[in-house]
C-alpha cells in the first residue's frame, strides 16, 4: 500500500481550516522538546497508527490520563506512535519538566495554538486518531482513565487484519467489553 499525504500546512490559514472524522491528515513536521523531527508521513511508513493528544501542564485531567495511555503506549510502541501536543505556549522546558515528572516514554512538543483550533478542540485532554492510511478515524475528547480503551483502540489500528473503521462516537466505538461467563457443574439442575 502506498501512502500519499499532501504537504498542504495544518495551520488555520492553510489549504485545510478544519479536520474532521473522515478526512485526510495532511502531512505535518514537528520537533519535539528534545528536538527531534517527527514527519507524520514518515511515521506512517513504518507505524499502523498515529495518536495526537493535546493536553497541558496543568490540565488534572491530563495528569490522570498520562499513566494509563504511558502504560498502553509501552505495550503497543513498535506499530504506533503518540505525539503529545501543548498548545498553551508554556515553553519547552515547561513541558520537558512534565514528562520528566511524570515519566512518560512518548515524544512531547509544543505546537501553534491554531493546531487545537483546526480540530475544533473544546476540552482538554482530546486525542486524535490517524490511522495508517492517513485518515483521521478518531477524536476522543476528555480523559481516557482506564486501560481497556486504549488497549481497545491499539489493538483495532495495529491488527493484521485491520479494516477502517471511522469512530463517530470517539474511541467508545472501539471497547470491547468481557461479558462474564457462568458455567454450571454437571450436577445443577435447571429448575
Given at each position: 500500500?502506498?501512502?500519499?499525504?499532501?504537504?498542504?500546512?495544518?495551520?488555520?490559514?492553510?489549504?485545510?481550516?478544519?479536520?474532521?472524522?473522515?478526512?485526510?491528515?495532511?502531512?505535518f513536521t514537528l520537533t519535539d522538546i528534545d528536538?527531534?523531527?517527527?514527519?507524520?508521513?514518515?511515521?506512517?511508513?513504518?507505524?499502523?497508527?498515529?495518536?495526537?493528544?493535546?493536553?497541558?501542564?496543568?490540565?488534572?485531567?491530563?495528569?490522570?490520563?498520562?499513566?494509563?495511555?504511558?502504560?498502553?503506549?509501552?505495550?503497543?510502541?513498535?506499530?504506533?506512535?503518540?505525539?503529545?501536543?501543548?498548545?498553551?505556549?508554556?515553553?519547552?522546558?515547561?513541558?520537558?519538566?512534565?514528562?520528566?515528572?511524570?515519566?512518560?516514554?512518548?515524544?512531547?512538543?509544543?505546537?501553534?495554538?491554531?493546531?487545537?483550533?483546526?480540530?475544533?478542540?473544546?476540552?482538554?485532554?482530546?486525542?486524535?486518531?490517524?490511522?495508517?492510511?492517513?485518515?483521521?478515524?478518531?477524536?476522543?475528547?476528555?480523559?481516557?482513565?482506564?486501560?481497556?480503551?486504549?488497549?481497545?483502540?491499539?489493538?483495532?489500528?495495529?491488527?493484521?487484519?485491520?479494516?477502517?473503521?471511522?469512530?463517530?462516537?470517539?474511541?467508545?466505538?472501539?471497547?470491547?467489553?468481557?461479558?462474564?461467563?457462568?458455567?454450571?457443574?454437571?450436577?445443577?439442575?435447571?429448575?
Amino acid at each position: 500500500t502506498l501512502i500519499t499525504l499532501s504537504s498542504a500546512p495544518i495551520t488555520s490559514g492553510g489549504f485545510k481550516s478544519s479536520y474532521d472524522v473522515g478526512d485526510v491528515m495532511y502531512d505535518f513536521t514537528l520537533t519535539d522538546i528534545d528536538g527531534e523531527k517527527y514527519k507524520l508521513s514518515d511515521l506512517l511508513a513504518t507505524k499502523r497508527m498515529v495518536m495526537l493528544n493535546f493536553w497541558y501542564t496543568n490540565c488534572s485531567w491530563c495528569v490522570k490520563e498520562f499513566p494509563v495511555m504511558a502504560e498502553a503506549y509501552n505495550e503497543y510502541k513498535d506499530d504506533i506512535e503518540i505525539l503529545a501536543l501543548d498548545p498553551m505556549n508554556e515553553g519547552a522546558d515547561a513541558v520537558k519538566a512534565f514528562q520528566t515528572q511524570n515519566n512518560l516514554p512518548f515524544p512531547m512538543a509544543e505546537c501553534p495554538t491554531s493546531w487545537s483550533n483546526v480540530f475544533g478542540i473544546q476540552g482538554y485532554p482530546t486525542s486524535i486518531i490517524i490511522d495508517q492510511y492517513g485518515v483521521i478515524c478518531c477524536v476522543e475528547s476528555g480523559a481516557i482513565t482506564s486501560l481497556r480503551p486504549f488497549i481497545s483502540a491499539f489493538e483495532h489500528f495495529t491488527a493484521k487484519n485491520y479494516e477502517q473503521k471511522l469512530c463517530e462516537n470517539g474511541i467508545a466505538d472501539l471497547v470491547t467489553t468481557v461479558k462474564p461467563t457462568y458455567t454450571m457443574a454437571s450436577s445443577e439442575e435447571v429448575a
